[in-house]
């Protein structure tokens, strides 16, 4: 019998310290997470509408960063995952459960059609195409007012209680907890999949598709899942947004909003999960303090930001972890006898 | 050439023609299981346009393509490859990003239907792992097996395309060049690694060196202006004032 090789060599061969670091930078974004739950007071409904924002980007990073699929379209997904769980609560029950998956389904089902109709082109076409989706789906909601209530946005929804138990209050503590909930499975879907073969194969398709051909991967099929996968999870942000304001804006469904969730995204960095955290979270708390000087003065920021990390930091504000790490690493060598 | 129904690969009157120019014309190509076929012609002579027929990324105009007596000629590409037919590339077709050994790693899981697990993969990933680093410490790259494949030198990346070739399980194997562009002191390791190739795959081999088409290769064909021109055993394509002409009276070997 060989000697077994390690499916995960930086595991094995790191050092008791550095796992010890590693598991706390796991950790810590749930920690703050839940800290920020008791220390939060009036301003919880912040860190829900944050939460909602890195679902979203983390979706996008499945595509975008994992898969390679440069699109515009993802807001289409997570407004209509928002008007779904709307109109769910309107029309049927007011369980936000239900409510949930019922957006989950219909967003992950549009998904599935737009690819289908779309995913056989590459590049700019399908930029193209993917910001024709999201136009097309903009424009049916601004007219369908019967349905969406148009530019005034989906008013008169109800919200039941979660599990029957759980209401929705003026804190917005149970949207805290719920949107937390929703976030950490998600997550853990995410990371599962990311590292599974079926993960690793996007990834290669990102980097050469014709060597993946090349080894017998049916490439549109698998880009095809993803696209479906990450629409539904964008969907289920948006049902997030809706059960948590109780309102759903037209804007959920515009370009305006694929073009933040893109910059959030790249700001954190792609490929890693955690980027869509730091992203979001920064591009969150830097609109919601610099805005009070100055309207403008927070895009003027922002932008700076875009530039400066993708000047300087090729894998987004994730790499100053990274960067941070090895200096550390040296430290610890220079000082060794 | 007579028993169609056993031969690895069976090519019938392949056509190809890009508006007024034919770059394949009535091409026949049998590979028996185990043959070693080379390929050789001069530039322009359809020589890839003819492995890009067999694989798939062109559509032939007329023609039929057996692999092990089924027709494969309206598949896609990848269905080819799943069907036993493999090739490498003449310039390296690799994840750069990814781990040596991931890249033949994720090629195993794909040839065992494990590329579609998103959820329960950690045994079956393990198994892939483990049978891609027994695959590179028989092709003596072991050793690199946890190095991305960008800080690869060439020589050492012309054998990953080998080995994920291999990995497959093809019962016919297209080489495209395999040693092109090796630095001398590195071409032994290829040709080695040639000389070793199981004896039950049916290999196709494309190739400008000589030395190692006729080390290699039992049989040669030469193609010229997208048709066969002549073939033969080695030793009789080496003095066939045909080729010798058309290699503007170069000597062959």
Redesign the interface.
């Known amino acids: 019998m060989?000697a077994?090789?390690s499916?995960d060599?930086a595991a094995t061969t790191a050092s008791p310290a550095s796992r010890v670091l590693s598991l706390i930078g796991h950790a810590l974004p749930w920690l703050i997470a839940i800290g920020f739950y008791f220390v939060a007071g009036g301003s919880l409904s912040i860190g829900t509408q944050i939460m909602i924002w890195i679902l979203f980007a983390m979706s996008l990073d499945l595509v975008l960063g994992y898969a390679g699929i440069v699109t515009l379209g993802h807001a289409a997904f997570f407004g209509v995952g928002a008007y779904a769980a709307g109109l769910f609560s309107i029309h049927f029950m007011s369980d936000p459960i239900l409510g949930h998956i019922f957006a989950v389904v219909v967003s992950g089902v549009l998904g599935v059609i737009s690819g289908a109709l779309i995913l056989h082109t590459t590049g700019v076409t399908f930029l193209m195409l993917t910001l024709a989706t999201v136009s097309i789906i903009y424009e049916y909601g601004n007219q369908a007012r019967w349905l969406t209530g148009g530019d005034d946005g989906l008013q008169g929804m109800k919200v039941g209680p979660i599990f029957g138990t759980f209401e929705f209050n003026i804190f917005g503590q149970t949207a805290y907890v719920y949107a937390l909930v929703v976030l950490f499975i998600w997550f853990l879907?995410s990371w599962?999949?990311v590292k599974?073969?079926?993960?690793?194969?996007l990834?290669?398709i990102r980097?050469?598709p014709?060597?993946m051909?090349?080894?017998?991967?049916?490439?549109w099929w698998r880009l095809l899942?993803i696209y479906g996968i990450a629409a539904a999870m964008a969907g289920s942000a948006g049902a997030l947004l809706a059960h948590s304001t109780r309102f759903v804006g037209l804007s959920s469904l515009s370009l305006l909003t694929s073009g933040i969730v893109t910059v959030m995204l790249i700001l954190g960095g792609t490929r890693k999960l955690y980027g869509a955290f730091i992203g979001a979270a920064i591009y969150y708390l830097v609109q919601d303090s610099t805005a009070k000087f100055s309207p403008y003065f927070w895009e003027f920021i922002v932008g700076g930001m875009l530039i400066a990390t993708v000047l300087f930091l090729e894998g987004g504000l994730m790499d100053l972890g990274r960067i941070g790490r090895r200096f550390l690493a040296r430290f610890q060598r220079s000082d060794a006898p | 050439m007579s028993e169609t129904s056993t031969s690895a690969l069976s090519v019938r009157g392949l056509n190809k023609s890009f508006g007024a120019l034919v770059v394949a014309q009535d091409i026949n190509i049998d590979l028996a299981p185990g043959a070693r076929v080379g390929l050789i012609g001069p530039n322009g002579a359809g020589k890839t346009t003819f492995v890009n027929l067999l694989?798939g990324f062109l559509k032939p105009d007329s023609g039929t393509i057996l692999l092990e007596g089924a027709p494969i000629q309206d598949m896609k590409?990848?269905?080819r490859?799943?069907r036993g037919l493999?090739?490498t590339?003449q310039i390296n077709?690799?994840?750069?990003?990814?781990?040596v050994?991931?890249n033949v790693a994720?090629?195993i899981?794909?040839?065992e239907n494990?590329?579609?697990?998103?959820?329960r993969?950690?045994p079956?990933?393990?198994r892939?792992?483990?049978e891609?680093?027994?695959l590179l410490?028989d092709m003596g790259i072991a050793d690199v097996?946890?190095r991305q494949v960008r800080e690869l030198p060439y020589g050492q990346q012309r054998l990953l395309e080998i080995a994920?070739?291999l990995s497959?399980k093809p019962r016919v194997l297209l080489l495209d060049e395999p040693a092109a562009g090796v630095p001398a002191e590195e071409a032994h390791r290829i040709h080695d690694v040639l000389a070793r190739l199981p004896s039950d795959i049916a290999i196709l081999i494309i190739e400008h060196d000589m030395e190692v088409i006729f080390r290699f290769a039992k049989e040669i064909i030469v193609l010229l202006q997208g048709r066969v021109l002549t073939r033969g055993a080695p030793a009789k394509i080496a003095v066939d004032p045909e080729v010798r002409a058309v290699y503007l009276g170069r000597t062959v070997v």
């Open positions: 060989m077994a090789p499916t060599t879907i599962r999949l599974s073969p079926f993960g690793r194969s990834d290669g980097q050469n014709r060597r051909r090349a080894i017998g991967t049916p490439v899942a | 694989t590409p990848e269905m490859v799943r493999a090739r590339h077709t690799l994840l750069r990003e990814d781990i050994r991931d994720i090629a899981a794909e040839r494990y590329a579609w697990r998103m959820m993969y950690t079956q990933w393990r892939c792992s483990e891609a680093h027994a410490r097996g946890d994920i070739a497959l």
